[in-house]
């Protein structure tokens, strides 16, 4: 191979290597579920493909956020030091589509967890006001949608266990996920289809939603007795959107300090009841950037944003558009080759 030879083949492998770090950086992005917060929509073991182009790609602010060159910089015990740190400031390039109400979304805490990712579906945009009222999700006063296969935990009372078999069949639950109680009450996960089947057959008396109670509280935001939420009865709450402005009361403070201290970098305090920063009384906050609301399909198994809190702009990564393959314990299911995600939403009664 002569030297000329040499020096194209060269040329050839760096720019393919080029172009498979801006593909991976700016355009699709491949992750593993590892939880089943989102079941039954996404198990674990499905490798999900992510299109980071529809809200725009968010550009590196550390190099070690650059597939295979971050390597270079592991090596490096200076670089190591400031693993954690910002080398560039937050930009984010302009997208073909906004966040919607539903969309599966892949995302990260800037500052926070840094390379650990998130799933979930949002179930709130900037300025909406969420509540949820006995596990349904209320937005701006109306009963909103759910997701297909979204599940929740259930008591079930059934007359007659002899039909139990054919009860499993017309609602498409397994046995195994039964959990027997007393005076014939079972507890199960139900997502909305078989909800709605399980309501319609005869030997079933009562369906029954499993809530929440207030011993949750500490571990619902804003982890305040102030506000007796649980994952089942949360809100009401507004989302924070860029240029709202909000008066800093107490109430205030509670729902959207710790949204103010780690997203919007204002470090303010409570004192004496006054809300102050730097020292000085601070009365009102205009938010900097666009927040959402984000829940996992397993609605009674998921870390999500009743206990976490408002999900900042400047986390999130992509849309989840494909399933790949979903290899999980050894076994490869066929059934979830190439499969797209319905992600819409459908009519709760």
Known sequence: MGKYQIIKFTGILIAIFLLAILLKTIVIGLYSIQSPSMEDTLLPGDQILVSKLHYG????????????????????????????????????????????????????????????????????????????????????????????????????????????????????????????????????????????????????????????????????????KEFLWTADNFGPVTIPQKGMTIELTKQNYILYSSTIIDYEGFQIYMENETVKFEGQPYTSHTFRQNYYFMMGDNRHNSADSRIWGFLPEKGIIGKVILILYNFNEGEFRWSRLAKRINQNLICPK
């Open 57 to 224: 790609p968010r550009l590196p602010q550390s190099p070690f956020e650059i597939s295979w060159i971050n390597v270079l910089f592991y090596l490096n015990k200076n670089a190591r030091l400031r693993i954690d740190s910002t080398w560039w400031k937050y930009k984010r390039l302009r997208g073909f589509s906004k966040v919607w109400q539903g969309d599966i979304v892949v995302f990260d805490f800037p500052g926070k967890n840094r390379g650990t990712f998130y799933v979930k579906r949002c179930m709130g945009l900037p300025g909406n006001t969420l509540e949820i009222k006995h596990g349904w999700v209320y937005c701006n006063g109306s009963k909103i949608k759910v997701p297909e296969f979204a599940k929740q935990e259930y008591y079930v009372k059934i007359s007659n266990f002899a039909h139990l078999n054919s009860f499993s069949d017309s609602v498409n639950v397994s046995l195994p996920g039964f959990k027997k109680t007393k005076d014939g009450w079972i507890e199960t996960a139900l997502n909305y289809r078989q909800y709605c089947a399980l309501t319609q057959f005869p030997y079933v008396d009562s369906v029954t939603h499993k809530e929440y109670t207030t011993d949750s509280i500490p571990r619902t935001y804003p982890y305040n």
